[in-house]
């Protein structure tokens, strides 16, 4: 069974520029889940889809967005790119709606200039 | 969610049981503690949960104490590639949602 893919591994931006981040979930699986990890901040929550849906949202700017398709594949959404939005960008998913347990992607490691 | 507390870092020789600590005095009776780790470069990995009867699967077993305060992962016969970050998060059963909040973890190195 594959895995949860991440498209791209690596890639680098400048300033202001926007960037998109793809994430294929298991199999199966509809529930999505968004995380930033910088050195400084660790692990943060982004946001969750279920169904289409966002359920939940972290503490982070109007900048950062994402949308989940009717096949549960998803994408994130990054505009107007700063410095400290270079991160590593995890995308995690799970068969269900509440059960915790999380099966994540190798991440996108994203550098602004 | 209850907030928890990890030592920064431990170290473990190979072969040996690995021992990892994890406080969470104010958890409340409907949250659970789950155990994530993260090797170097990777994202991190699912390893066991539970409410509060010790749990055992093939990677690893959790121990909770009858108070549910406080919690210890063990990894029975630690390798070298158990070196990673753990992560000990407590979160309510049946939230709503998969919403994790990771802590600054333990960083775990196994030694030869």
């Known amino acids: 069974k594959a895995g949860v893919t991440q498209t791209p591994r690596y890639l680098i931006k400048t300033r202001g520029q926007q960037v998109t981040l793809s994430c294929s979930p298991i199999s199966g699986h509809r529930s999505v889940s968004w995380y930033q990890q910088t050195p400084g901040q660790g692990l943060q929550f982004l946001f969750e889809y279920f169904s289409e849906t966002q359920r939940n949202k972290g503490n982070f700017p109007g900048r950062f967005s994402g949308r989940q398709f009717s096949n549960s594949r998803s994408e994130m959404n990054v505009s107007t790119l700063e410095l400290g939005d270079s991160a590593l960008y995890l995308c995690a998913s799970s068969l269900g709606a509440r059960t915790g347990e999380l099966f994540f992607g190798e991440g996108s490691r994203l550098t602004v200039l | 969610d209850a907030k928890t507390t990890q030592p920064p870092s431990m170290d473990c020789a190979e072969g040996r049981a690995a021992n990892l600590p994890c406080n969470h005095s104010t958890i409340s009776g409907n949250e659970y503690v789950y155990w994530y780790r993260q090797i170097h470069s990777q994202g991190p990995q699912y390893i066991i949960h539970?409410?509060?009867n010790n749990e055992t699967n093939e990677m690893a077993s959790l121990i909770i104490t009858e108070d549910r305060k406080s919690s210890t992962l063990i990894l029975p016969h630690a390798t070298l590639r158990d070196t990673a970050v753990y992560y000990c998060i407590v979160r309510v059963a049946f939230h709503a949602g998969n919403m994790l909040t990771f802590g600054g973890g333990t960083r775990l190195m196994v030694k030869p």
């Open positions: 539970g409410l509060k």
